[in-house]
């Protein structure tokens, strides 16, 4: 599994001061109906982060309902053009599938997962920040195509076996990434 840098983690901590990256509250979060779930396939990953998900929506649900579309890098794979998908226009079978999954199961509600580091995004060598961007153009992707549908952002970061899960806001990003003159939206 790739290792976070030292860089990196101090990226993190910097976001979480400037509250890019939040604790997530899980009752913000509308799972009433259940969820439809994009995540990376990570199989050394995924476990958790599905049975994070199952935690979240106890404070909503009696019983489970997530919906997963899982492949490499996630959220990631969804951004126009992405640099982690091998076919330029890849992105367009991703965002079909969400779409589907709304219209197959009425869950209004999209959780858009890209985590760090992630396998997937160091193969294309993919940094924390445009990680970060693409995820954003992922959730404008997202919304674009589905009228009225809810999108939530999370990213779990790992500093060996240690992991969190954030909130990441995107409000809250593209005020940090205008100052830094980052690109925030990929
Ligand atoms: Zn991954």
């Not at 009228?147 to 005020?175: A, D, H, M």
Request: net charge neutral; glycine share 6%.
């Amino acid at each position: 599994m790739s290792q976070i840098s030292g860089k990196d983690l101090e990226l993190i901590s910097e976001l979480r001061d400037a509250e890019v990256l939040q604790s997530i509250k899980g009752h913000l979060i509308d799972q009433q109906n259940g969820v439809i779930l994009v995540t990376c396939s990570d199989g050394d990953r995924f476990p958790e982060i599905f049975q994070h998900q199952i935690r979240l929506q106890a404070d909503c649900r009696s019983d489970p309902r997530i919906h997963v579309l899982a492949w490499h890098g996630g959220a990631l794979a969804c951004a126009t053009h992405s640099p982690i998908n091998r076919r330029r226009d890849a992105h367009n079978v991703f965002l079909d599938q969400i779409k589907d999954a709304r219209e197959l199961k009425s869950i209004d509600t999209v959780v858009l997962e890209a985590h760090y580091p992630c396998g997937a995004a160091c193969l294309f060598d993919v940094s924390l920040e445009r990680c970060l961007a693409l995820q954003i153009g992922a959730k404008m992707n997202v919304r674009r195509l589905n009228n009225g549908i809810r999108v939530s952002c999370f990213f779990p970061v790992y500093n060996g076996e240690k992991q969190q899960t954030f909130f990441f806001s995107r409000e809250k990003w593209e005020i940090w990434a205008q100052k830094r003159g980052i690109q925030a939206i990929a």
